[in-house]
């Protein structure tokens, strides 16, 4: 069949349709280049590096036995590094989620779509039998993977470096309750898996911004560029009314997981947030995306 019966009737474009099988290959190559780039690489190399950092600082600062005294602002893990290494874990996720995690994954999502515009490549992807919604959501899913691999790359090297530098045990949740290090690991699994859905707003508005733009980094840089206007909007006072409905507002809420009992409002709200940001900005992409006009 030639490429011109292809884009001709209806009846051609249900014979060349892409059965799952087909699918998942395109996810899988997605998912190949985008973890193969060097761009992908240094991210994630920086964010193994964060806990990496906040271990030696903690153990050079409590190297005469002293405390760590983080108990002032944010999720009270840090005083708690010394006693258990594990509480490493939770410190470098609270550490990066603000903006080091958020960043790379509107990096890897501004890029997503514009770069390969960018590249001459998109073009190319758009002659295989995909459609432009299943490409798009190829690559959305791609990102949606970063945001899993890059929070877990924190949370195992902040595991790593916890387990060398601090003792591991039991361990005393912000409640005051002793739970078991294996319940204690679970729910360090529990918080990673939040944070990386916290990211999923961040990634929709990346590649929404990637599809209107032929320039990679014009759509990286206005993604974290909204990223951080959104991070200072939500500390301005005088906006306390707008600031449940900033897609940041609610990420450090995971610190909740670690009370007993849990206390689940905030982190159903920052799911719950997330998941609409996700619906507006995809959808958003999604109308952008199939009525352009791709020329490179």
């Not at 990496?52 to 005469?64: F, N, Q, Y």
């Not at 507002?249 to 007993?260: P, V």
């Amino acid at each position: 069949m030639s490429r011109a019966e292809t884009a001709g009737g209806t009846g051609a474009e249900a014979s060349v349709r892409p059965r799952p099988l087909w699918t998942l290959g395109l996810v899988r190559d997605e998912l190949r280049t985008t973890f193969r780039r060097w761009r992908t690489l240094a991210l994630l190399g920086v964010l193994a590096a964060v806990p990496v950092l906040v271990g030696i600082a903690v153990r050079i600062e409590t190297g005469d036995g002293s405390s760590s005294g983080g108990g002032g602002g944010g999720p009270a893990f840090v005083s708690q590094i010394t006693n258990n290494g594990l509480f490493l874990v939770f410190t470098a996720l609270a550490a990066t989620l603000p903006f080091f995690l958020p960043m790379a994954v509107g990096v890897i999502a501004g890029d997503a779509v514009a770069g390969e515009a960018g590249a001459g490549t998109l073009r190319y992807l758009l002659v295989a039998p995909a459609g432009r919604t299943r490409l798009l959501l190829t690559k959305y899913a791609a990102v949606m993977v970063f945001c899993l691999a890059a929070t877990l790359v924190v949370a195992v090297s902040a595991l790593a470096v916890g387990a060398l530098l601090f003792p591991l045990g039991d361990l005393t949740t912000i409640s005051g309750t002793r739970i078991t290090f294996a319940e204690g690991l679970l729910r360090a699994l529990l918080i990673a898996l939040v944070v990386a859905a916290s990211l999923l707003g961040v990634a929709a508005l990346g590649l929404f911004v990637s599809t209107l733009t032929n320039s990679g980094i014009a759509a990286m840089a206005t993604t974290v560029g909204l990223l951080i206007t959104v991070q200072i909007l939500d500390q301005i006072p005088q906006l306390h009314a707008l600031h449940p409905y900033l897609f940041s507002h609610y990420w450090l809420s995971f610190a909740d997981l670690m009370r007993e009992p849990v206390l689940w409002d905030d982190l159903t709200r920052n799911l719950g947030l997330q998941a609409l940001y996700a619906l507006v900005f995809g959808s958003a992409a999604w109308a952008r995306f199939t009525g352009k006009d791709v020329t490179a």
